[in-house]
């Protein structure tokens, strides 16, 4: 068989594969082990479901769960967790953990890496609502107004998805205004005034 033929049947298989970024979401499981801010920052981007692998999903829960006990979420604490709820043998044993922060150089594009799976993940229930309404099509025992309740149905799921990238930009917008606000209160001197909001546009940004 020569190459091009090979490559052909390679590219004809993945052309079938449901739409994911095993790369990214390795990236960002190994992100949120390696820097302490880095859920902070795809916590509001991201849910589980949006990963393509179940136990990238269970890795990920855990350190949500970390994190709304406002615990660490590094190695030892994820880890540990996964180990307490009988989940670490079912996502590779330790030694997978490992491997997600071996292969991962930095937290530094990880919002964008959430992105990317997230859009995957909508692509992928496009696709399933995609072939459910055409099932529900091809079913003679549904009537046109059952076919089209349905349909509805299975698009209304897809569209109920939040994109969470917007509400995230709309609380940190509102916080800083917050934060001005009083500063403008509580701040007389003009120079300090002036000071103090140009620290929150810095820092907080």
């Not at 569209?159 to 509102?174: C, G, V, W, Y």
Request: hydrophobic residues 40%; charged residues 35%.
């Amino acid at each position: 068989m020569t190459e091009s033929i090979v490559n052909q049947k390679l590219n004809d298989y993945l052309s079938t594969l449901p739409p994911q970024n095993i790369e990214a979401e390795e990236w960002i499981l190994g992100g949120i082990m390696l820097d302490p801010e880095a859920m902070e920052r795809v916590v509001d981007l991201l849910t589980p479901e949006a990963f393509y692998f179940s136990d990238h999903q269970e890795i990920y829960r855990a350190a949500l769960a970390l994190y709304r006990e406002e615990k660490s979420t590094d190695f030892m604490a994820v880890t540990s967790w996964l180990y307490d709820h009988k989940k670490l043998d079912k996502v590779g044993g330790q030694s997978k953990i490992a491997q997600l922060i071996e292969r991962t150089v930095s937290a530094v594009n990880i919002d964008r890496y959430a992105a990317l799976v997230m859009d995957k993940f909508l692509r992928r229930q496009l696709i399933e609502s995609g072939n459910e309404i055409t099932k529900i099509g091809h079913d003679l025992l549904y009537t046109q107004e059952e076919c089209l309740d349905r349909a509805r149905q299975k698009l209304d799921k897809v569209l109920s998805i939040p994109l969470k990238r917007e509400d995230k930009l709309k609380a940190k917008h509102k916080k800083l205004i917050a934060e001005i606000e009083k500063v403008e209160l509580e701040e007389e001197d003009p120079s300090f005034k002036y000071l103090k909001i140009k620290e929150i546009g810095v820092f907080r940004t």
